[in-house]
């Protein structure tokens, strides 16, 4: 599986983006699907997840209630809407993918930060001006 980031940029404090992550390979609606963000001087940090049949979906703290995320397998893509944007969302965010047994498993990988995701995308820069 290969993963296409994209749809970052600058934007004023209180705007809206959204990022994309597209997907190639037979098997990418068979991921789990997170994203991640990591800011200069700052660990990666857990944003969003969503299971492979978009049932099940959680977020990180510090964006729930603004960020939402999506996926549309016709497309083989991810989706993470921003809303009410934050200086302190600046960072460079990732798209990533795992699969696991179950489920549980799967969203137990991407909410715990990240580690032993499957794949991972290149970044996409988001800088929010206050």
């Known amino acids: 599986v290969q993963l296409q980031a994209s749809g970052g940029g600058l934007v004023q404090a209180g705007g809206s983006l959204r990022l994309s992550c597209a997907g190639s390979?037979?098997?990418?609606?068979?991921?789990?699907m997170g994203w991640f963000r990591q800011a200069p001087g700052n660990e990666r940090e857990f944003v969003a997840a969503?299971?492979?049949?978009?049932?099940?979906?959680a977020y990180g703290d510090s964006v729930k209630e603004r960020f939402t995320i999506s996926r549309d397998s016709a497309k083989s893509t991810v989706y993470l809407q921003m809303n009410s944007l934050k200086p302190e969302d600046t960072a460079v965010y990732y798209c990533a993918a795992a699969l696991r047994r179950t489920t549980a498993q799967t969203m137990t990988v991407m909410t715990g930060g990240g580690d032993g995701m499957d794949y991972w995308g290149k970044g996409t820069q988001v800088t929010v001006s206050s």
């Open positions: 969503i299971s492979r049949n978009g049932g099940t979906i």
């Open positions: 390979g037979r098997s990418f609606s068979s991921y789990g």
